[in-house]
């Protein structure tokens, strides 16, 4: 067997980031050299020793050792760079090149997973309808919609959020209903309305706004609808074969504790953030693997808790999804759709396994219908909604 060279982890050779694990590691793989004999290990494992030896001096944890191991000569060669490579990758998004059993092996490509996102803003097309309802409260009076309001939806329209109507609830509370394209945040909807109009009553009222807000999101179902939907996809979708739809039965997810139709409380106000996003599989491939359909439940589940997103269903079937959660204030329609399928494609090893498409939409306590009808009955609304933009149409099933 070949000896393997020793050497120190050395801090001038390795990213700040990883000398404190090798250290640590380095450390803990101590054994008795009382016995000179190496003992023989598995391939793939390293052998224990006094410090801890690679097959060559240059440590480099994005490109694999030129030395080979082999537990014997002519043998496969052996994984001892491994373990350190499983170190590396909790600090690097790209592992060096794959590593092979014997020449013309199978390439082990299970570290080699590109963390780099496949599904951006720029090489994918969205289907939405997002609408919310927005409440301003000001410290006095304001003045009439009359003087302000055309120019309000002029100046908004730049910056992605259109002004379907607007309500005087009372003679210092104004509410919107907004549509906006996937990029906006619930955030930035606030900022454009209420940065907007302060400037155009600025001579009547220099400082109109208190600091406080309410934001929701509305679509055309209601949450508990919505939920019924996602609920029965696997029978709105049944397969040929009962093991199969038995397994897809199986593995949907649901927390029964989540109500998407409440309202959480940030720093300065009220908002509701409530999203349904569904991906699709491209090229109609269908994929009913139990492991593979438990690992897309499952990373979608960790995602949400990584990211603080309150996530009620998943309405998981062989060829697409149905996600409903609630996202932050600071989050946009897009942001969250966007990191959800790159955590898919993440489970078949960043291949575009999805289409370049998806829909968002936004629903929450109340529906469309509600707020039709109150803009029907209440003077001062803003008009008729201006005809849904192609963008807004094409929801997927």
């Not at 050779?13 to 023989?40: W, Y």
Request: aromatic share 6%.
């Amino acid at each position: 067997m070949q000896e393997m060279q020793s050497i120190q982890p050395n801090a001038q050779t390795l990213p700040p980031g990883l000398v404190p694990a090798v250290q640590q590691l380095a450390a803990t793989e101590r054994c008795n050299q009382s016995n000179p004999t190496p003992k023989r290990f598995r391939p793939g494992l390293p052998r224990r020793c006094n410090n801890w030896r690679l097959p060559n001096t240059a440590i480099n944890p994005t490109q694999r050792p030129n030395a080979s191991v082999r537990a014997c000569p002519g043998g496969a060669t052996t994984g001892g760079y491994q373990r350190l490579q499983s170190i590396a990758i909790k600090h690097f998004f790209i592992l060096g090149s794959p590593s092979r059993a014997c020449p013309g092996g199978i390439n082990d490509s299970r570290s080699r997973v590109s963390m780099e996102p496949i599904y951006t803003a720029e090489n994918t097309t969205t289907a939405y309808q997002l609408n919310w309802s927005l409440a301003l409260f000001g410290k006095c009076r304001f003045p009439e919609q009359s003087l302000w309001l055309k120019d309000l939806q002029a100046a908004t329209e730049s910056d992605g959020v259109r002004i379907l109507s607007s309500n005087v609830r009372s003679e210092n509370t104004l509410q919107f209903f907004v549509s906006t394209r996937p990029a906006s945040t619930p955030s930035e909807i606030v900022r454009s309305i209420k940065g907007r109009l302060q400037h155009l009553i600025r001579d009547q009222i220099p400082k109109a706004f208190r600091r406080n807000y309410h934001i929701q999101s509305i679509g055309e179902a209601n949450s508990s609808v919505l939920d019924q939907y996602v609920a029965k996809q696997t029978a709105r979708h049944p397969m040929a074969d009962d093991a199969v739809q038995s397994r897809l039965e199986s593995t949907q997810f649901h927390d029964a504790s989540i109500d998407l139709s409440k309202p959480r409380i940030g720093t300065y106000g009220q908002y509701l953030n409530s999203l349904q996003i569904v991906m699709k599989n491209s090229d109609g491939w269908h994929d009913v693997r139990a492991t593979q359909l438990l690992r897309v439940r499952n990373i979608i589940v960790r995602a949400s808790m990584k990211k603080d997103w309150t996530l009620s269903r998943i309405g998981l079937l062989s060829n697409h999804l149905h996600v409903l959660l609630s996202a932050g204030v600071t989050e946009s329609p897009q942001s969250v759709a966007l990191s959800l399928m790159n955590n898919v494609a993440y489970v078949y090893d960043m291949k575009p396994i999805l289409m370049s498409s998806y829909y968002v939409g936004t629903f929450g306590g109340y529906d469309r219908g509600a707020v039709r009808m109150h803009d029907q009955g209440v003077a001062g609304s803003a008009g008729t909604s201006p005809k849904r933009r192609p963008e807004e149409t094409g929801k997927e099933d």
